[in-house]
């Protein structure tokens, strides 16, 4: 049995958050590692996330600076990603790493609770670029919806996809090991390759307890193709192989340079046809693009109502009418 991470100790009295500053700190649990929040000398809290990186040390940066800027005073780290520092150094308040789950690893730099006292398993798999890696990529927010309620954060990191089924096939079988180890729910999510990979994984039995799949892709983008048929035959696929039992949230954004088109229409044909329980949201209205769920707007308008989806089966709005 893997041994659960102790959460460093609640902050000295002399550390507790002004009535504003909590609010700020309730908000940046509901934001995507890496993650820093800072208290200034005004008795406001300043907060940075969703940082790219291999520790959280941009984001450290990044709200130490804002802090500075507008408190014009003396600023002091209180937590970084989901640890409450007490007035230690960050870099020495690291928490121990949970070891792999197949080609799974721990989020860096986080607080894993191990399968047997966390409330589930989160899994981020994020998206690809040819010649880039993505692997220190930030999650997007919709995550961190899941960790504030004792979900532990995994990662599906690909450097490099040469085998896509072979990709989709390895997740399944971590997923499987995940539930053996005791977490008794396991979400995947994902954006771009990270989403196509996840649906894939369901496709082929992974037992899971929900997707988030967020701008799918798989063939690049429109443009570099020839022909757009096997794109969307793929996706056909893929949305009529899935089985009931995980709840699915779909979804696509207008201008999105990889979308074939119609896909939206063909996943909710393909779940009301199998019965698969699933929300597809399409083109909702202010977003645009590939990556218009990356940063912080689109997991506060819906992040709430995909998570009361997964978790209850509520269907509530801009989710849903």
Known sequence: MVAACAVLAAPPVS??????AQRTYNDFQRQ??????????DGKGYLWAASNGTDPGRAVASATKLCEERSKGHCSLYAVNNIVLSGHDWKAAAPPALPPIGRLRPEPYWTNKGPQAAAGLIVWSHGYMAGRDATSSAPQGQVAYFTLEGYDLYRFDREWIRDWPGDATDLANAVRQAKTMGYRRVILAGQSAGAWVSLAATMRGAPVDGVISVSAAHHGEVKDMRDTTRARSDWQQVVRGIKPGPRLVVVNFKDDTYDVGSRMDDARAAFKASGVDAIVISDPEGFSGHGAANGTVFPRKFGACINAFIE???RQPPCAP
Not at 32 to 41: C, I, K, M, T
């Open 312 to 314: 209850n089966g509520t």
């Open 15 to 20: 550390a507790q958050l002004t009535p504003d």
């Open 32 to 41: 995507a590692p890496h993650r820093a929040f800072v208290l200034g000398a």
